[in-house]
């Protein structure tokens, strides 16, 4: 069957579609899916091995601002016959006609933008996560994908595609270890300094900063390195709640089956150990009030003590993942445990590996192959981490007497703080004097995702941000 036909055919079922797009449908449902990487220096190049040779998918174009990235992703292809074209400038990438779909790994900042700008040409979309900015944006991307029911918009929270983690789920509904009391999400990654300059630095003259930049102002770079370090500058990055964050979010959110925000968040943290060009926390405690059972998450970006980095906290033994916690023991990962600490069950567990073929052979079916796929989950997950940054940014420096009356009463929660305080006195910070900062609690309308009630006014003003002329989202 003619790919033209084939996707006509979910255009006739599916509703507004093909009219709107520009895709160039020539192929057939077997042949390879043509797809573009923008964005390759650490998770875009990952990409690019994996896909590079894979049956049923091809790189025909390449995307990035660094020519260095670019020398570094083309010898992937050295041997292939047919080499990729390269851009620089995501607008023209996505207009590319040999194009099916784009992966987008650049910085977080550009997720949402070069996404809604390839859904608008048509192309279908796997963008990293946290697929959004900020909360607006992220909802307008939802929007943008459910205007165009034709085209396969995923996220790459890749963890939803788990197949033992919804078995482990679904066995926990079943009431083996009674009721669900808390859902917790851990990231234990210790994060170092990134330094601090004096000045603007320089960017390297191979790298075309003003793309890079994308929708934010053009502004002198504040930091040592250009890559990766923008996760925690609040322009470009969202901390490491919203990096490594979303992954375990996502999971503690689905696993007490929550399809939107919460009605109440609260956050408290800190970058401490060192005084460098980060803004975001390195360390952070973020609960979301989801009835009937509240989601915890974690956040220590410090070694368990004394600054020695070889030294990485565990909490029942994990360091980055989840454990939802029952009235009769609790799932840690993949791995149950009754209330004395004994094993009774593990699962399977595949990391998700599966999600990237999905999204392949949705585009070649004409239709989503699993639910998981949908970007809404992107949205929700991400949002979970700007709401709890929101907290976090309208908050004030705070005593630990305060920080613990605010927080709550829950037994578990108080457990979580007076460790997450134990683990900064390990490496010598007294949190009496090097205060936490502590956000206010925060009502949330999970229908409208907007705030309510005190501090909505300060704090529905971090929803959105401003799109550089040139680099707004387009209107689909
Ligand atoms: N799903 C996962 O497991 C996973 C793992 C790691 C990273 N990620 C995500 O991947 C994204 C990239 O992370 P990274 O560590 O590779 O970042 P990075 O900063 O190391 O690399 C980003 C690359 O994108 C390029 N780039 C920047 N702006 C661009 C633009 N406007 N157009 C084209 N190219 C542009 C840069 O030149 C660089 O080569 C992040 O959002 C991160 O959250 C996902």
Known sequence: MRRRAFLGRS????????????CDWTGSPLTDVRVGICGFHGKGLHHIKDLVGKKGARIVALCDVDQRSIDIGLKEFEGEKVKPVVYKDYREFVQDKELDGVIIATPNHSHTLIAMHAIAAGKHVYVEKPVSHNIVEGRKLVEAARKRPNLIVTHGMQLRSDEGKAEAFAWLKEGHLGKVTLSRGLNYKSRESIGKVTGPKKVASYIDYDLWSACR??????REKLHYDWH????YGNGDIGNQGPHQLDVARWAIEQPKLPKRVISVGGRWGYQDDGQTPNNQLALFDYDPVPLLFDNRGLPL??????????YKDIRIGNVVHCEGGWLAEARAYDKEGKSVKKFSTSGGASHMDNWLQSIREGKAVSANLDVEHGHVSAGLAHLANISYRVGKMMSPGEVKERMGGEAMIQETLADFDGNLKANGIDVASEMAVLGPWLTVNPETERFEGEFAEEANGLLDERYRKGHELPVI
Do not use: R, S, T
């Open 217 to 222: 102002e053009v502004v002198p770079m504040m």
């Open 11 to 22: 255009f006739a079922l599916g509703g507004a579609g093909l009219l709107a797009g520009g």
């Open 232 to 235: 925690w500058q609040w322009d």
């Open 305 to 314: 003590k004394e600054m020695n980095w070889k030294l990485e906290p565990v």
